[in-house]
């Protein structure tokens, strides 16, 4: 089992910047594959950013040149660094952790932490 805890959420201005990170507990070593997912109300949940364990990532289209995903293997932990805030990245993100297929478009994210809220107001 895998537990994954994420902080690092508030609220910030439009064009400020929040860094959220997802700690790792448990059997770690075999995760191939973690992402950070958002959702705002009313609205589906999307994957906004992933990265595999040789460190390459990919982002939703929405968020680059803007967020950075990252991974410090020694610590267990995740990151997102969100940059250049708009409102419409205000949702509930998430860290999820996973194996299988090519990371993320075939990873089983069976491992999901329980969120952490990121509200932008202009």
């Known amino acids: 089992q895998v537990q994954l805890v994420e902080s690092g959420g508030g609220s910030v201005q439009s064009g400020g910047s929040l860094r959220l990170s997802c700690a790792a507990f448990?059997?770690?070593?075999?995760?191939?594959?973690m992402g950070w997912f958002r959702q705002a109300p009313g609205k589906e949940r999307e994957r906004v950013a992933a990265?595999?364990?040789?460190?390459?990532?990919t982002y939703a289209d929405s968020v680059k040149g803007r967020f950075t995903i990252s991974q410090d293997n020694a610590k267990n932990t995740l990151y997102l660094q969100m940059n250049s805030l708009k409102p419409e990245d205000t949702a509930m993100y998430y860290c999820?952790?996973?194996?299988?297929?090519?990371?993320?478009?075939?990873?089983?994210?069976?491992?999901w932490g329980q969120g952490t809220q990121v509200t932008v107001f202009s």
């Open positions: 990265i595999d364990s040789a460190g390459s990532a």
């Open positions: 448990g059997y770690t070593y075999n995760i191939y594959c």
């Open positions: 999820a952790a996973g194996n299988g297929g090519s990371c993320p478009s075939r990873t089983d994210f069976a491992y």
